[in-house]
């Protein structure tokens, strides 16, 4: 975590003009909706891309309603670190899912436990492709002057928490690593110890905080 605090090998980001810009144009469609919720988790959670399709509506919902702690067996690492991970929602973000869950069943998407959160337009569960080409697609639409990758999102998620609280036990406790300082893949961040996932409370009033910025598109476009 060292990285994101004194600048060497500064992972990229997307700017906060960008963050909003990517949100904005997904919320605005119907199309994009579905994409606007997986971007919104990215930027929420700091999740990678892989965790993210591997979700299945039982891991976000009971009983229709989002959970407040995401309990993960897939992440980076899984088969070395063993158990789970623990992910913390916004209330910001748990309103989006809300809204999300309502537009599922709007669309008739099937909103069984084990059916995946995140769906193609076949109805199934999203391909890492996928999640790559759309992203290459709403970029362009919001008017980036370049070319961002999803980790991208990631990054963005874990320096937006940083900046806002220049505390790197909290920011690593976010990024689910284990050290802060070791060198190794990810910018010197690995796989996170069991047990100490949770932000607790500081973290969860900062976390509602950098979700500020998921505001965008609070209502789902409507069916046509």
Not at 29 to 41: E, K, P, S, T
Request: with cysteine; glycine share 10%; aromatic share 6%.
């Amino acid at each position: 975590m060292a990285n994101y605090a004194d600048g060497a090998r500064t992972p990229r980001t997307l700017t906060e003009r960008e963050q909003r810009a990517l949100l904005k144009v997904t919320g605005e469609h119907r199309a994009g909706y579905r994409d606007h919720v997986l971007y919104a988790m990215a930027l929420g959670t700091g999740l990678r891309e892989h965790g993210l399709i591997a979700l299945s509506v039982g891991d976000v919902f009971r009983d229709g309603k989002p959970r407040r702690r995401l309990l993960l067996s897939v992440f980076k690492g899984a088969g070395k670190a063993g158990g789970m991970q623990e992910v913390l929602l916004s209330e910001s973000l748990r309103g989006k899912l809300r809204r999300f869950h309502q537009w599922k069943a709007r669309e008739r998407e099937c909103l069984d436990d084990d059916a995946p959160l995140f769906v193609s337009r076949l109805g199934r569960r999203l391909s890492l492709r996928q999640v790559r080409h759309g992203l290459t697609v709403w970029q362009a639409r919001a008017g980036f002057e370049r070319r961002v990758t999803f980790h991208m999102l990631r990054h963005s998620a874990v320096t937006n928490l940083y900046a806002l609280t220049k505390d790197i036990r909290l920011t690593q406790r976010f990024a689910r690593h284990r050290s802060a300082s070791q060198p190794g893949d990810d910018h010197g961040l690995h796989a996170p110890e069991r047990g100490r996932h949770g932000q607790g409370r500081r973290g969860a009033a900062v976390l509602s905080r950098v979700s500020d910025l998921l505001a965008q598109s609070r209502c789902p476009p409507r069916s046509r």
